[in-house]
């Protein structure tokens, strides 16, 4: 529990600082920094990369959306900064190395690996996305019958 605790504080400060990268301003720096937070938080308890890779996608879409709207700024404002620390850089770097090494077969099985890793967040994304598009369409549907 202690190493999923450092972890997230550690993905909290690199989200917070790719805020400060992306020219994120005031309570952006946090809410990107809390979110990145609760995202690593909550994959710390799963094993499959797959799975870790779904369930930070699902926590920091919604996290993003939920901010977006109550401080009404674009959900990109905290797509951006906090999708850094999820994408798979380590195994991308490992992969070139196969490739420069000419160890083909191996490189082509991390790119596969890092594809599904990066289809899971897309699918997560995807996803949440979808859900509170059809929400607000269902709510502004409601408020125009009134």
């Known amino acids: 529990m202690n190493m999923i605790l450092i972890k997230a504080f550690g993905a909290a400060i690199l989200c917070a600082m790719c805020s400060v990268r992306f020219n994120g301003r005031g309570k952006d720096i946090l809410i990107a920094g809390f979110i ?19 369930v930070s996608g699902l926590v920091y879409s919604v996290l993003s959306e939920v901010f ?13 900064p906090v999708l850094v620390p999820f994408v798979p850089g ?35 994304i995807l996803l949440v996305e979808t ?12 408020l125009r019958e009134r």
């Open 36 to 54: 990145g937070f609760m995202a690593a938080f909550a994959m710390g308890f799963f094993d499959d990369l797959n799975v870790r890779a779904f």
């Open 68 to 80: 977006g709207r109550i401080l009404d700024k674009p959900v990109a404002v905290y797509y951006a």
């Open 90 to 124: 380590k195994l991308t770097f490992v992969m070139m190395g196969e490739f420069v090494n000419g160890d083909r077969i191996a490189a082509m099985d991390r790119l596969a690996e890092i594809l599904c890793i990066c289809g899971m967040i897309a699918l997560a």
């Open 131 to 142: 859900a509170f598009r059809v929400f607000g369409d269902m709510k502004k549907k409601s």
